[in-house]
């Protein structure tokens, strides 16, 4: 890893060279957005991450993966994502594990990300639902990107991470100066302040024992806030680590692949009308155990970063650390929730 | 770009009615290999696809069978395809049978209703090489005889030296030979060793439940007995998550487990 300074003022010229052979997406007013050569402004790093998760740049909401009868012609073109945090790294680790070192690998998901290089960048400001602390995750990154930035005073400090990051560099490496010990010594203050702030934020629940919450035959939470769920499924299509997907025929005879999620009624029925999870308590305590005991299971990762984005996007305010921690106690008591 | 989601197409030959809501729909050329117990994705172009087990042998170069019972959507669609109509077939997927587990033992082949497809190609290539099991014991049962499937070659199977067939169904009719109820009372004698047969189950859920509970309770250990625990299986290949149970994945580590695989899941068949 080579770690340089980038003065402010060559940032966005950064990113507009960029936009010459890539798609570029960064934040804009906690958004992601494509960056083109005409834009007037440029990325924002908000403090902490956007609204969206970053996995439809690796599997899209919905496309064709197939025709029947024929071949698939698809082109996929190299992009650039300006921003991604921590929780956003350690979500591409879960859709790695399933789509790139399962028994049969997703061929879109592998060229896009060949075909993508990630910019990170350290979560100054973590909002009241982050919690990645929890998760036992930092809110920065200097190993899970291709290029790390971190703002601090006049610039950025920018660590090249991988090769492919520091081909993107290229031409621009001309701009990268030496980070000094001022500038490191920044860093370190920032990073430290990020974390305490996280700790602050979560502070009622820095003793949740996750393996206890993952008790599940305790989970039947049938009067805890679970109950008011309106079955919207906003928090599972805006997690950056669900990756369920529901394949169609179009009357064309090209089929689809869209993303579903495991709250919806039909998920799991089967043909004839048996479900196996028909009351949406059954399909929360799925959910639950998918995050934080199948998949740590089958790929010893928790299905969960701890982005809050599911308490953010949750019109009934369920809240997951809430009711991991409601959980966990009633698991130590042996309790329903 | 090859994608795991492609189909081979194969014409429909013809179809056998089996029961008024059963049929065999017979594909020529065999779109895929596979073993028996594997599933395929079998699909209606324009109309969409789902999980079926052949019911032929793996052993047949010629054509591949399906037999499906009309349940819904994609399974009416079927139905109402003619001779000459193309579909397609990806897979095959999951693991099959263990059929060399099954050698120099006694095996016991449970079905109920439609659940007796997949089995019918597991008997299919247990009798290919017959003489590497010491006994097949078929215990069948359906709804009434009206509903019993492979009634043209059950007669044909019974005359094999080292297979035993006896069937049940819930409602009998006058001229029903066997016995009257549920397929467990099929179990009530069990003509095979306890400690040392392999035990098939196929069938719907319920049923399934049943079967191994009195399997569990005769005293069958549950490494020997191999269940067929069909769910919405959807890509085949272990990702879209809609065939999971607990934490295995009916697609790509079944969709034939033993109850040892299974039994820390609370309530495996819902």
Same mark, same amino acid.
């Given at each position: 890893?080579?770690?340089?300074?980038?003065?402010?003022?060559?940032? *966005?010229?950064? $990113?507009?060279?960029?936009?010459?052979?890539?798609? $570029? *997406?960064?934040? !804009?007013?906690?958004?992601?957005?494509?960056?083109?050569?005409?834009?007037?402004?440029?990325?924002?790093?908000?403090? *902490?991450?956007?609204?969206?998760?970053?996995?439809?740049?690796?599997? @899209?909401?919905?496309?064709?993966?197939?025709?029947?009868?024929?071949?698939?012609?698809?082109?996929?073109?190299?992009? $650039?994502?300006?921003?991604?945090?921590?929780?956003?790294?350690?979500?591409?680790? $879960?859709?790695?594990?399933?789509?790139?070192?399962?028994?049969?690998?997703?061929?879109?998901?592998?060229? @896009?990300?060949?075909?993508?290089?990630?910019? !990170?960048?350290?979560?100054?400001?973590?909002?009241?639902?982050?919690?990645?602390?929890?998760?036992?995750?930092?809110?920065?990154?200097?190993?899970?990107?291709?290029?790390?930035?971190?703002?601090?005073?006049?610039?950025?400090?920018?660590?090249?991470?991988?090769?492919?990051?520091?081909?993107?560099?290229?031409? !621009?490496?001309?701009?990268?100066?030496?980070?000094?010990?001022?500038?490191?010594?920044? @860093?370190?203050?920032? %990073?430290?302040?990020?974390?305490?702030?996280?700790?602050?934020?979560?502070?009622?629940?820095?003793?949740?024992?996750?393996?206890?919450?993952?008790?599940?035959?305790?989970?039947?939470?049938?009067?805890?806030?679970?109950?008011?769920?309106?079955?919207?499924?906003?928090?599972?299509?805006?997690?950056?680590?669900?990756?369920?997907?529901?394949?169609?025929?179009?009357?064309?005879?090209?089929?689809?692949?869209?993303?579903?999620?495991?709250?919806?009624?039909?998920?799991?029925?089967?043909?004839?009308?048996?479900?196996?999870?028909?009351?949406?308590?059954?399909? *929360?305590?799925? %959910?639950?155990?998918?995050?934080?005991?199948?998949?740590?299971?089958?790929?010893?990762?928790?299905?969960?970063?701890?982005?809050?984005?599911?308490?953010?996007?949750?019109?009934?305010?369920?809240?997951?650390?809430?009711?991991?921690?409601?959980?966990?106690?009633?698991?130590?008591?042996?309790?329903?929730? | 770009?090859?994608?795991?989601?492609?189909? /081979?197409?194969?014409?429909?030959? +013809?179809?056998?009615?089996?029961?008024?809501?059963?049929?065999?729909?017979?594909?020529?050329?065999?779109?895929?290999?596979?073993?028996?117990?594997?599933?395929?994705?079998?699909?209606?172009?324009?109309?969409?696809?789902?999980?079926?087990?052949?019911?032929? +042998?793996?052993?047949? /170069?010629?054509?591949?069978?399906?037999?499906?019972?009309?349940?819904?959507?994609?399974?009416?669609?079927? #139905? /109402?395809?003619?001779?000459?109509?193309?579909?397609?077939?990806?897979?095959?997927?999951?693991?099959?049978?263990?059929?060399?587990?099954?050698?120099?033992?006694?095996? #016991?082949?449970?079905?109920?209703?439609?659940?007796?497809?997949?089995?019918?190609?597991? #008997?299919?290539?247990?009798?290919?090489?017959?003489? =590497?099991?010491?006994?097949?014991?078929?215990?069948?049962?359906?709804?009434?005889?009206?509903?019993?499937?492979?009634?043209?070659?059950?007669?044909?199977?019974?005359?094999?030296?080292?297979?035993?067939?006896?069937?049940?169904?819930?409602?009998?009719?006058?001229?029903?030979?066997?016995?009257?109820?549920?397929?467990?009372?099929?179990? =009530?004698?069990?003509?095979?060793?306890?400690? =040392?047969?392999?035990?098939?189950?196929?069938?719907?859920?319920?049923?399934?439940? #049943?079967?191994?509970?009195?399997?569990?309770?005769?005293?069958?250990?549950?490494?020997?007995?191999?269940?067929?625990?069909?769910?919405?299986? +959807?890509?085949?290949?272990?990702?879209?998550?809609?065939?999971?149970?607990?934490?295995?994945?009916?697609?790509? =580590?079944?969709?034939?487990?033993?109850?040892?695989?299974?039994?820390?899941?609370?309530?495996?068949?819902?």
């Amino acid at each position: 890893m080579e770690t340089y300074f980038l003065p402010e003022e060559r940032f *966005f010229p950064f $990113v507009l060279r960029l936009t010459e052979e890539n798609d $570029v *997406f960064g934040q !804009s007013k906690r958004h992601i957005r494509k960056f083109r050569l005409e834009a007037k402004e440029p990325p924002v790093f908000d403090g *902490f991450r956007t609204v969206e998760p970053m996995k439809h740049f690796f599997m @899209r909401a919905k496309e064709i993966v197939a025709k029947f009868g024929e071949p698939l012609d698809k082109e996929i073109s190299p992009q $650039v994502i300006i921003g991604a945090r921590r929780c956003d790294l350690q979500a591409l680790k $879960v859709y790695d594990k399933v789509f790139l070192e399962g028994e049969v690998v997703d061929p879109f998901y592998k060229e @896009r990300r060949e075909k993508t290089t990630i910019i !990170s960048v350290d979560c100054e400001e973590p909002t009241e639902t982050c919690f990645c602390n929890i998760m036992g995750l930092e809110p920065w990154s200097d190993k899970d990107s291709d290029i790390n930035f971190t703002p601090i005073k006049k610039g950025y400090i920018v660590d090249i991470i991988t090769e492919k990051g520091n081909l993107l560099f290229g031409n !621009s490496k001309d701009w990268l100066q030496t980070a000094d010990e001022n500038d490191l010594n920044q @860093r370190a203050e920032k %990073r430290r302040k990020a974390t305490e702030l996280l700790g602050k934020i979560n502070s009622e629940y820095s003793n949740i024992k996750l393996e206890k919450a993952l008790e599940t035959e305790n989970m039947k939470a049938r009067k805890g806030e679970p109950m008011n769920c309106v079955e919207c499924c906003a928090c599972l299509m805006i997690c950056p680590t669900c990756y369920c997907y529901l394949l169609y025929d179009e009357p064309t005879k090209e089929k689809m692949r869209v993303w579903d999620a495991c709250y919806y009624p039909a998920y799991a029925r089967v043909g004839g009308g048996a479900n196996p999870r028909p009351d949406v308590m059954e399909r *929360f305590k799925n %959910r639950f155990a998918c995050k934080f005991e199948y998949s740590p299971k089958n790929h010893n990762l928790f299905a969960c970063t701890g982005c809050g984005r599911c308490i953010s996007g949750c019109m009934a305010k369920i809240d997951i650390k809430r009711v991991l921690s409601q959980l966990a106690n009633a698991a130590s008591q042996k309790e329903e929730i | 770009m090859k994608t795991p989601y492609e189909v /081979n197409t194969t014409k429909l030959i +013809s179809v056998v009615d089996e029961s008024p809501t059963i049929r065999t729909f017979r594909l020529e050329p065999k779109p895929i290999e596979f073993k028996a117990g594997q599933f395929a994705e079998l699909s209606v172009p324009g109309v969409g696809e789902a999980p079926f087990t052949p019911s032929s +042998s793996q052993y047949d /170069n010629e054509k591949m069978e399906f037999t499906i019972m009309k349940v819904g959507r994609l399974t009416s669609a079927l #139905f /109402n395809l003619k001779p000459g109509d193309t579909v397609g077939v990806r897979g095959p997927y999951g693991k099959p049978y263990p059929v060399e587990k099954f050698k120099g033992k006694e095996v #016991f082949i449970v079905g109920g209703g439609v659940g007796f497809a997949p089995l019918r190609a597991l #008997f299919l290539t247990l009798i290919h090489k017959i003489d =590497d099991y010491k006994k097949i014991y078929i215990r069948y049962g359906a709804r009434t005889p009206d509903d019993i499937i492979y009634k043209q070659f059950i007669p044909e199977w019974s005359k094999l030296d080292k297979v035993d067939i006896k069937m049940s169904v819930d409602v009998g009719t006058k001229d029903w030979q066997g016995k009257v109820g549920v397929v467990t009372v099929l179990l =009530d004698e069990i003509p095979v060793s306890i400690t =040392d047969s392999s035990v098939i189950v196929c069938g719907p859920p319920i049923m399934i439940k #049943f079967v191994t509970k009195k399997l569990l309770e005769l005293g069958f250990p549950g490494s020997n007995i191999y269940l067929s625990m069909e769910s919405n299986m +959807s890509c085949g290949i272990g990702q879209c998550n809609h065939c999971r149970i607990g934490e295995l994945y009916s697609c790509k =580590d079944g969709p034939v487990f033993t109850w040892d695989q299974i039994k820390h899941i609370k309530d495996p068949f819902i």
